[in-house]
Structures are given as structure tokens and as C-alpha cells.
């Protein structure tokens, strides 16, 4: 069996780089910027709440077992 190929060239979400072009209109579309908006709140609150994650200390916590060990056989 071969192998499965993408069968189309489309890049990885991460890999996307996006823009932002300005269309001057008499009246502005509150749906679309309430959305932007949204948006950026939220990956900028994933981000954040990530980097908060990274630096904290777990509630709980677990010894290793190889060094668990080795304090017993220390006894």
C-alpha cells in the first residue's frame, strides 16, 4: 500500500500569515468588529493564561519515583 498524499497545497493554520485591509464605508459593520474584537480578546487570554500555567506551581505534587526510591534504599 502506498502511502496517503495531500492532494492539495493548503498550509497549516499555523503556518498562515494574515492581514488586515481597510474598506472606508459610511457606515461600519458592529458585527464584524464585535468579532474581531472577541477574537483577539480570546487568543490574547489563551496566551496569557498559558504563559500564567507555565510559571505556576501544581496544587499537587508527586516525588519522582526513581527518587522516592532512592531515599528508601538510603535507610
Known amino acids: ?28 459593520d458592529l458585527h ?3 468579532e474581531v474584537l472577541i477574537r483577539l480578546t480570546l487568543q490574547e487570554t489563551g496566551e496569557s493564561r498559558a ?11 508527586r516525588a519522582a519515583t526513581d527518587g522516592l526510591a532512592a531515599s528508601e534504599a538510603a535507610r
Open 32 to 34: 464584524k468588529l464585535a
Open 1 to 28: 500500500m502506498s502511502r496517503y498524499t495531500k492532494k492539495t497545497d493548503r498550509r497549516p493554520y499555523e503556518e498562515r500569515s494574515f492581514s488586515v485591509r481597510a474598506v472606508h464605508r459610511e457606515r461600519a
Open 51 to 61: 504563559a500564567r500555567e507555565a510559571v505556576r506551581v501544581p496544587d499537587t505534587y
